[in-house]
């Protein structure tokens, strides 16, 4: 059973910085793809980061330039550091593994850490 913990969210002030990590229970090389995607209420889940475990990122639009996804091989931990952040970055952020098996694709999500930015 694969386990995706985050932590690193908290109240921050509009214009400030956090770090958010994921823990992640099993060998990255077992997956193909890691990613961070966000949720406010009453809205979709969105993209916010992801980076395919043969180097190439993608970024959501509004994070692009904010936010930079990076991983740990040797820890098996994946980080999303944010910058200058704004009110409506405040959300819950998940982090997400995608796994490619003979039988076919598998996603593993963590329970969420709450990010809050005040304006």
């Not at 966000?38 to 916010?48: A, D, F, I, K, S």
């Not at 931990?77 to 076919?104: H, I």
Request: charged share 15%; net charge neutral.
């Amino acid at each position: 059973q694969v386990r995706l913990v985050e932590s690193g969210g908290g109240l921050v002030q509009s214009g400030g910085s956090l770090r958010l990590s994921c823990a992640v229970s099993a060998s990255l090389h077992s997956f193909n793809a890691m990613g961070w995607y966000r949720q406010t209420p009453g809205l979709e889940r969105e993209l916010v980061a992801q980076i395919i475990l043969g180097g190439a990122t993608n970024y959501g639009d509004s994070m692009k330039g904010r936010f930079t996804v990076s991983i740990d091989w040797a820890k098996n931990a994946v980080y999303l550091q944010m910058v200058s952040l704004k009110p409506e970055d405040t959300a819950v952020y998940y982090c997400a593994a995608d796994q490619l098996l003979p039988e076919g694709r598998r996603d593993y999500w963590g329970q969420g850490t709450q990010v809050t930015v005040s304006s």
